[in-house]
Each structure stands twice: as structure tokens, then as C-alpha cells.
């Protein structure tokens, strides 16, 4: 088990569930990074005392450097600040739990410092894809997944046959807010809507992917990377109660499947103890309970953003970080109340079928296809789509 840590996206859902581990376990924290929330990033360093602190916005940042002056914690900014945190000498484990594209820089830096990473942030491999795993695997790294999905699948792989016999994983979906609902049902649902998601507490951002289901199609993306799988290999079940987070089938037809309650800090933990397990902050899974699962087929024609997805894996290239960059900027957009949800699927097909593709063979490429995708978004949003 290691010892450091350094969490990139230490204010947010995933970020505060891991500091819970950090405290279950007894573990160091030698550095955090926060988008903006100066405020709960104080009391993180007040009670953790990092070496530094990253604050991407900088003008918080030299406010936070004023608020903490009396610590030995240095304040740093910008992209240059969340690269130093993720490449901290004393940090073993980088976990990066930030949200977006801003992501894949210190991922990508991590993994060149020889630092095994803890990987929430799914855009990284998602935009990134080859450069990101030829960087782990030409440093030697671990690429360690926090996704409950991509960790279930992860945990059941653990006892695979040295030919891996692998046939098939399956991703479960918990359906979000709008299961079962109709193109006509969703055509005016409002952002408080979108935000109820049944069983999860996330940030906002992750909460508008699940009920776009575009969660999942980053999922399908991100797991043919991570388990070296086709994307014809992986299923989606909707699986409401949110208690079997993925599956593994095998050659021989047998399912494993991995189990317990909807709390991200049992893969978190895992992420940062692996291959070794010990008692964990969340509640014990009581299946007499729960009494009863259920599973359904994906609604691939309403909720649009999973085809979208299952494409742009399918062209390869450039076309994951076009699907990528196009569902960041519509969600902000909807978000900020300036188009209709079932814009965003919309405007992700319309991106990944219209934008030339391309092989990227540096991080200015995949910036490039990120930029290309978010000003095709706000062109049809300034034309009335």
C-alpha cells in the first residue's frame, strides 16, 4: 500500500471521498489541487498540511497564498500548478479526481514522473487515448481505475487465466433520473431534473452525463482502453439499484460480477491499497435487503449520446476527444440554461459526424480536436441549432 498521496480535485465528490480513506487508513497527503473552492481547500490544507497547493483560477490562488499565509504550504496555479502537484517528488500515488479535458496534462505528466496514477478523471483516457497508455506503458507505471464500473471490472479480472479468456464486460448503468422516459417526456425537463440523480452524489457535470447517459459512453471508451478490449466486446445493462457495478464474462459463458453499495470510496480504496484490501469507511452490502435486482436494455435512440460515443470509439483517432469536447460544452450550456437537454445529444452526433478526423499524435492535437469540437458547439448553438 502506498503512503502519499497527491489528489488533483481534492474539493469535489471524489476528492473529499478520498480524503475520507486517507483519514480511514492513515495516510499522508503531499499535495491537493482545486479548480476554486478556496474556501474548502483552506480547511484541507489546515488539516492535511501538504506540501503545495494547485489552484487552477488564478486569482483565487493568490487569495488562498494571502488566507494561509501562516502555513508552510506553497500555493502555486494554473496548469503549471496542477503539474506540480501531479508530479510531486514525495506523492507515490497521484489521484486524479478533477473533471474535464484539464485533466489529461497531469496525467500525462504523472505518468512521465514514474507516479502510479488513480485515474477518476475519465476524460484523460477518453481524449488521450493511446498517448495517455503508451506513457504508462513506457514508464513502467500503474494505471489504476477509480470508476466504480471500470474498478468492478477491474476487481474481477484479479482472478483471470493467464490467456485472460475474456469474452465479454458489462457495464452497468443505473439508468439516471430520466429511465424509461420518452424523446416527447425529455424535451423540457429542467437542470434540477437532470440533477436528481437516484442513487450517486456527484458533481454537477457527472450528474447531467448520467442522465444524458453520456456517463456511459465515456465508460465504453475508457474501458476498451484501460482492459485493451474492442468496443463490440462491451455491453451496457440498466441496472437501477445500483448494486452490481460491472461484470466480466468469460469463455466459458461464467459471469463475475463485483458487488457492494453505491459509495465511491470502496473503488477508491481499492485504487489506493491495491492488490491489497482492508477495512473500509462504507457500509457493509446487506442483500436480503435489497431483496430484489433488476436489469434492462439501454434506450439507444432517446438518449442519443451512447451511439455517439460507441462511433467515435468505432472511427478512432481524433473522434473520442471530438464526442469528448462537444458533450463538455453543451453540458455547460444546458447547465447555464442556454439550450435544451436533448440538445446535447444532438450537438455530440452532430460533432462526431460532421468534424474531419484525424490521427493525434501530440497533446496539441488532442487540444485541437477538444477546441474543434466546443467552437462546432457554439456555432449551432449561435445559429439556434
Known amino acids: 500500500m502506498v503512503h502519499n498521496l497527491s489528489i488533483l480535485g481534492s474539493t469535489g465528490s471524489i476528492g473529499t471521498q478520498t480524503l475520507d480513506v486517507v483519514d480511514k487508513l492513515g495516510l499522508k497527503v503531499v499535495a491537493l489541487a482545486a479548480y476554486r473552492n478556496i474556501e474548502l481547500l483552506e480547511v484541507q490544507i489546515r488539516k492535511y498540511r501538504p506540501q503545495l497547493v494547485a489552484v487552477y483560477d488564478e486569482f483565487r490562488a493568490k487569495q488562498l497564498r494571502d488566507n494561509i499565509k501562516d502555513t508552510d504550504t506553497q500555493v502555486l496555479s494554473g496548469m503549471d500548478g496542477l503539474i506540480a502537484a501531479a508530479t510531486i517528488e514525495s506523492a507515490e500515488l ?19 514522473a514514474k507516479k502510479d496514477i488513480a485515474l477518476a478523471n475519465k476524460e484523460t483516457l477518453v481524449a488521450g487515448g493511446d498517448l495517455v497508455t503508451d506513457a504508462v506503458r513506457e514508464n513502467g507505471v500503474r ?12 476487481q474481477c479480472l484479479q482472478g483471470a487465466p493467464k490467456n485472460k479468456a475474456l469474452k465479454k464486460l458489462i457495464l452497468t448503468a443505473s439508468g439516471g433520473p430520466f429511465f424509461g422516459k420518452t424523446t416527447e417526456e425529455l424535451r423540457n425537463v429542467t437542470v434540477m431534473e437532470a440533477l436528481r440523480h437516484p442513487n450517486w452524489s456527484m458533481g454537477a457535470k457527472i450528474t447531467i452525463d448520467s442522465a444524458t447517459m453520456m456517463n456511459k459512453g465515456l465508460e465504453i471508451i475508457e474501458a476498451a482502453r484501460l482492459f485493451d478490449v474492442s468496443g463490440d466486446d462491451i455491453d ?17 459463458n461464467s459471469v463475475i460480477a463485483q458487488l457492494g453499495v453505491p459509495d465511491m470510496r470502496i473503488p477508491i480504496q481499492y485504487a489506493v491499497t491495491y492488490p491489497e484490501r482492508y477495512e473500509s469507511p462504507t457500509a457493509e452490502l446487506n442483500l436480503a435487503q435489497i431483496a430484489k435486482m433488476t436489469f434492462f436494455e439501454p434506450d439507444y435512440e432517446t438518449f442519443r449520446c451512447l451511439n455517439a460515443c460507441k462511433k467515435a470509439l468505432a472511427m478512432g483517432g481524433a473522434a473520442t476527444a471530438i464526442a469528448n469536447g462537444a458533450n463538455e460544452e453543451a453540458n455547460q450550456l444546458f447547465r447555464d440554461g442556454k439550450i435544451r437537454f436533448l440538445d446535447i445529444g444532438e450537438l455530440v452526433t452532430g ?13 496539441e492535437d488532442v487540444l485541437n480536436a477538444d477546441h474543434l469540437a466546443r467552437q462546432y458547439v457554439k456555432d449551432k448553438v449561435s445559429c439556434g441549432i
Not at 94 to 112: E, K, R, S
Not at 351 to 358: P, T
Open 94 to 112: 497521484v489521484v486524479n479526481a478533477v473533471v474535464g479535458m484539464v485533466g489529461l496534462q497531469p496525467t500525462l505528466a504523472a505518468a512521465q
Open 143 to 154: 494505471l489504476l481505475p477509480v470508476d466504480s464500473e471500470h474498478s468492478a471490472i477491474f
Open 351 to 363: 460533432a462526431v459526424d460532421s468534424i474531419e478526423n484525424f490521427i493525434p499524435h501530440t497533446v
Open 236 to 252: 451496457v445493462v440498466v441496472h437501477r439499484e445500483s448494486i452490481i457495478h460491472s461484470l466480466v464474462e468469460y469463455d466459458d
